[in-house]
């Protein structure tokens, strides 16, 4: 069953065999998560965590993000509760999935609000300086997280013979906040991103690539390239999990995009990043008179109010929490930059 789930679903896994085994328990569980009935988080019984006893090429542990002793951290645990009914994929990251609304959560703070922008979001410790948000979850647990709650990967940008850009289901990205006035905000990830020395904003969607493995021929390791930073690129990478579907340089001199600043609240601020798949009735084309009849409900367009209504709803759910969230922790998280 896991070797079918990874050879099917995760387009740029070559076997079975090549899945490091902290990666495979995950996605083994994953498969196991019925999608009628979602489980509460419950941060006493991990879901993938497989003890360094077993696995002796396993680096020490580091600390669970409610072990962390940083001030920042401690701010976005504070700021928002487990969502309800979903499903918390491992203690050593603040990730969630929802199957029956097929959605992913994942926590996180405002990194970069000035700027130029290689990613819209990294995991926390790796590329900050050049992204937007940083979350609390290796990008590895991400794209199991989105194959859990039916997304396809594609594949990552090709350079050669000729540029083909990334390719895969697009993945819709909303951010919610709270600001120091304890006021609800909501946005999509392509408001906080503007065409460099501009003020327009991105206008194309999120594909989710599905990144690559490679193996250390010294060790015989896997590793997941975006686990370096990687995870949402809006400037193109071969290692990134999500990718614009453009061609967009990564080169210093040439970045396409930078942070709009207005619309990002202050560095250290939390965040939760809320990743939808677009799902196909969403993408299909409105159907015509003479086949009305028989158009699904979700592609007629009477239904989209209500649809819009619904994910009001569920991402005001999913918001901080009614108290004042904490206040911003980076050193500089009361200035402009």
């Known amino acids: 069953m896991l070797a079918n789930l990874i050879q099917l679903r995760h387009g740029n896994q070559k076997s079975a ?3 490091p085994r902290s990666l495979a328990c995950l996605l083994l569980t994953l498969a196991s998560i019925g999608s009628a009935t979602a489980q509460p988080a419950d941060t006493s019984k991990p879901i993938a965590d497989l003890p360094a006893s077993e696995d002796p090429d396993r680096p020490q542990r ?15 645990i504070a700021a928002f509760d487990a969502p309800k009914g979903a499903t918390r994929l491992s203690p050593d990251a603040r990730l969630w999935i929802d199957k029956p609304n097929r959605r992913v959560i994942v926590d996180g703070y405002v990194a970069v609000r000035e700027g130029l922008l290689e990613m819209f979001a990294c995991p926390a410790g790796t590329k900050e300086h050049e992204s937007a948000v940083a979350v609390l979850a290796r990008s590895q647990y991400v794209h199991a997280a989105l194959l859990a709650v039916g997304a396809t990967p594609g594949r990552p940008v090709q350079f050669q013979p000729k540029f083909s850009p990334p390719t895969g289901d697009r993945i819709a990205i ?7 006035e304890g006021k609800r905000h909501r946005a999509k990830a392509q408001e906080w991103i503007c065409k460099t020395g501009t003020k327009e904003q991105l206008n194309t969607d999120f594909v989710f690539a599905g990144s690559q493995w490679w193996t250390d021929p ?3 390791r896997d590793f997941y390239s975006a686990d ?6 809006v400037s193109n990478f071969a290692s990134a999990t999500l990718d614009v579907p453009i061609e967009s340089s990564k080169d210093a001199e040439y970045l396409e995009f930078s942070a709009c600043t207005e619309n990002i609240p202050p560095r250290g601020t939390p965040i939760r990043m809320v990743m939808i798949p677009v799902s196909p009735a969403l993408n299909a084309k409105p159907a015509d008179k003479d086949n009305a009849a028989d158009a699904k409900p979700a592609d007629k367009p009477a239904d989209k ?5 619904k994910l009001d709803a569920d991402l005001d759910s999913l918001g901080p929490k009614d108290s004042p969230a904490t206040q911003p922790t980076t050193p500089d998280a009361g200035s402009d930059s």
């Open 228 to 233: 370096d930073g990687d995870l949402v690129c």
């Open 62 to 76: 580091p600390p669970t993000p409610e072990e962390s002793e940083s001030p920042t951290i401690k701010g976005v």
């Open 305 to 309: 109010p209500a649809a819009d209504a």
């Open 174 to 180: 909303w951010v919610l906040w709270r600001d120091k």
């Open 17 to 19: 065999a090549r899945v």
């Open 218 to 220: 010294r060790s015989g």
